[in-house]
């Protein structure tokens, strides 16, 4: 304990241990599933070179400034020094940087030059997979860019979109674009319909004024946005609801004096995370804008954005979960406990080997959407493909979202204390995590958009779910090592069959309490599907098997458990609200 005479912990010596920190080490050469699943469905050269040259940079380049984006957050400058409102939200060069590279990656451009056909967008969002968490969030406004290129190609291309779509779509920093996404108002953010005050206000020349308040915007620094607002007639007159709403687009822009044109940005929103991300409230006050969609179609219109964004927030999910592992399995192998290794105390390899399969389903399932939305876009879907598409868009979004938290949240804990210690950059991935499962949708709206879906295909869109996962179990039947997990997975088709069946004729008040758990149990039964379509593939490993029985061992049919314990009887609500409220039934 002594050390040239001098205790070890004295004056300025504290001792000679420094635990090593855990690397990040280029994650698309760690990340052996994605690789397996490139290799079984891309075999293309030039995607691996680029996807290895890209996340080498994200290793050793990227990630800085991720951080630097953290740690120079955006701030909002009202006025000039000589006080006129200028209303600037001052950005961190690394934020900055972001934006070139994003551009120069093509990580937006990728999906519409398709430079391999369907798979397009695989590569595009197994390049966005590798970046998320080293992005400084900047995914969210390329998330909302994508979305508007989607939803401009979709109403087609002409005036006044064609050059935004050109720079939405652009591989020159100097050109390119990022689109807001303005939905939410103070009334509601789920409830569009009724939230939306926003007044358009027809002007001669064919464009509009938009008046109103944008209570949540992000990344507010773009160019351009997409947002909703409700015609006014001569009179002053709107239409009330979902048939009053249209689609806009609005550049953002400045006068001579250097003030925004048509909006104030009242504050920037203090957030749990995504701190690198300015979120405004914004007044607007004469916003010049254009109809885009026809009038009364602004939801239908902006569907296409609420697509996309939502499989980019699924991609984020898988990613954050995917980084935490990888940094996990990396500390493990080099922080002792009790005399050994991490990685050799098998309770602790338990708690990583959970965190990997539910990483390891939700990345099948995310790509599976990929491919699917590749598959629409370049003409080859058939109409099973495009039910499933929209099917799983919010499952995906739901569950996957749900899972970034859980499996984040255990993954700072295989840390220890150092876990919860900011600048390791270890808890903004939890805080960034948070906000997956509320924007874009909340778990329980998308639920009940799972339900909608249902009902207004006359359960095609079940249908197609059905016959595509049966069809991804025909490969393994033959496998030995996976006959439990397709034991399991057969099961609960047939439970969930069942009962979906019967629903039908079950009142609106049944499948509203049931919706969350039917779109668990879409989401788990599917996974389960693709595990074990993956592993019976000829180039899989032995892990790919064992990950497949992991996940089919669980519960994965919460419906059929949940609907056995008369959760859904129209005797429940009033007791979950008794429960809630702590007050006596009626
Ligand atoms: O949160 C936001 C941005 C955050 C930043 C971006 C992050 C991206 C990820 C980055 C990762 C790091 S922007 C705000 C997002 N807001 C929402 O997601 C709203 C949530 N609420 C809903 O989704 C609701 O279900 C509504 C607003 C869509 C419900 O409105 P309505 O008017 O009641 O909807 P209806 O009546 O059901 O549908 C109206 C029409 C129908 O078409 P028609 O009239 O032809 O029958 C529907 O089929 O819209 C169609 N529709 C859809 N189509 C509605 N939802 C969809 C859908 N999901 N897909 C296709
Ligand atoms: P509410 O709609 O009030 O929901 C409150 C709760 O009630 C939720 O748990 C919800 O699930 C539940 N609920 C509501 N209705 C039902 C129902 N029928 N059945 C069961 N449960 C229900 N919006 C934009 O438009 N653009 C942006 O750029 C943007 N950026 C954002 C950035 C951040 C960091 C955050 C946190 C939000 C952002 N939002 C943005 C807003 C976001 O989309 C909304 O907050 C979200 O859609 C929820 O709306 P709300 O806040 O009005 O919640």
């Not at 304990?1 to 912990?9: D, L, N």
């Not at 001792?15 to 050469?29: A, E, I, T, Y």
């Not at 409700?230 to 609801?241: E, F, L, S, Y």
């Not at 892990?543 to 314990?565: F, G, M, S």
């Amino acid at each position: 304990w002594e050390t040239e005479g001098h205790p070890v912990f004295s004056r300025a010596r504290i001792g000679p241990f420094f635990q090593d920190r855990p690397v990040l080490k280029n994650p698309f050469l760690e990340d052996a599933l994605l690789r397996g699943y490139l290799r079984r469905h891309l075999p293309e050269q030039a995607a691996f070179s680029d996807l290895c040259e890209f996340g080498e940079r994200v290793a050793s380049e990227v990630d800085g400034w991720g951080r630097e984006c953290e740690a120079t957050p955006p701030r909002l400058v009202h006025f000039d020094p000589w006080g006129r409102r200028v209303d600037h939200i001052v950005t961190s060069p690394a934020w900055r940087r972001m934006k070139d590279l994003s551009a120069q990656e093509g990580l937006v451009a990728l999906g519409y030059e398709r430079p391999f056909g369907e798979w397009s967008r695989v590569y595009q969002m197994s390049k966005l997979y590798l970046y998320s968490p080293s992005s400084g969030l900047y995914t969210c406004p390329l998330a909302m860019t994508d979305g508007a290129a989607k939803v401009i190609q979709s109403l087609g291309v002409s005036w006044p979109v064609d050059e935004a779509f050109n720079r939405l779509t652009t591989r020159h920093p100097g050109h390119f674009w990022t689109s807001g996404q303005w939905m939410t108002e103070r009334r509601g953010g789920s409830d569009v319909a009724s939230g939306t005050e926003t007044v358009a206000i027809p002007q001669q020349d064919g464009s509009y004024k938009l008046h109103g308040f944008k209570w949540f915007t992000s990344a507010t620094d773009a160019d351009m946005t997409l947002t909703l607002a409700r015609v006014q007639d001569r009179h002053g007159a709107t239409t009330p609801g979902s048939r009053g709403l249209s689609l806009f687009y609005a550049e953002v822009s400045r006068d001579q004096d250097g003030r925004l044109k048509g909006i104030e940005v009242q504050r920037l929103k203090d957030k749990l995370g995504t701190r690198q991300m300015p979120t405004a409230e914004l007044l607007l006050d004469g916003l010049q804008a254009y109809r885009l969609s026809d009038e009364g179609r602004g939801v239908a219109s902006i569907a296409n954005m609420l697509t996309v964004t939502r499989i980019h927030n699924s991609v984020s999910a898988i990613a954050a979960m995917r980084r935490v592992v990888q940094l996990a399995r990396d500390y493990a192998t080099h922080r002792t406990a009790f005399g050994k290794l991490l990685k050799d105390h098998p309770l602790h390899m338990q708690t990583l080997a959970r965190m990997e399969v539910e990483t390891r389903a939700a990345f099948l399932l995310v790509m599976d959407v990929c491919r699917l939305l590749g598959r629409e876009e370049t003409g080859v879907a058939t109409q099973l493909d495009t039910l499933l598409l929209r099917l799983l868009t919010p499952v995906v979004k739901l569950y996957t979202g749900k899972q970034a938290v859980a499996v984040v949240s255990e993954g700072l804990e295989s840390f220890g204390g150092q876990g919860y210690i900011e600048d390791t950059g270890l808890p903004g991935l939890l805080r960034d995590a948070q906000v997956l499962s509320i924007w874009e949708g909340t778990t329980n709206i998308l639920s009940l958009d799972v339900l909608r879906c249902v009902a207004r295909s006359s359960g095609m869109v079940l249908e197609a779910y059905f016959t595509h996962t049966k069809s991804l179990l025909t490969g393994a039947s033959s496998v030995s090592s996976l006959a439990p997990a397709v034991k399991a997975v057969g099961s609960a088709l047939s439970r969930l069959g069942e009962l979906v069946q019967a629903a039908g004729a079950r009142p609106p008040s049944y499948l509203e309490l049931a919706a969350r758990d039917l779109s668990y149990s879409l989401a788990r039964t599917y996974m389960g599907a693709l595990l074990i379509d993956h592993a019976s593939w000829k180039g899989a490993s032995p892990a790919d098997t064992y990950a497949a029985l992991r996940w089919c061992e669980q519960d994965l049919c919460p419906l059929v458990t949940n609907e056995a314990r008369g959760w859904y009887n129209p005797s429940t609500p009033p007791l979950d609200a008794a429960l809630v409220y702590d007050r006596p039934t009626q």
